[in-house]
C-alpha cells in the first residue's frame, strides 16, 4: 500500500508541477519557448518531483 501511495503522489506533483510551469512560462507567450524557459519548466516539475 506504501508503494501505491508514493506513486499517486508521484504523478500528482508531477501533473501540479506541468500545471504551474504551464502558467508562469508558457500560457500566453510566444508560441515558441526558449532554452532558457524550457530549463525553467523542467527545473519547476523535477523541483515538485524531488519533493515527493
Keep these: ?3 501505491n501511495t508514493f ?3 508521484w504523478v500528482l ?3 501540479a508541477s506541468f ?3 504551464l ?3 508558457e500560457i500566453g ?4 519557448i526558449g532554452t ?3 530549463v ?4 519547476l516539475i523535477g523541483l515538485g518531483q524531488s519533493l515527493v
Design 1 to 3: 500500500m506504501i508503494r
Design 7 to 9: 506513486w499517486w503522489q
Design 13 to 15: 506533483v508531477t501533473l
Design 19 to 21: 500545471l504551474v510551469s
Design 23 to 25: 502558467l508562469l512560462i
Design 29 to 32: 507567450e510566444r508560441p515558441d
Design 36 to 38: 532558457f524557459e524550457g
Design 40 to 43: 525553467i519548466g523542467g527545473s
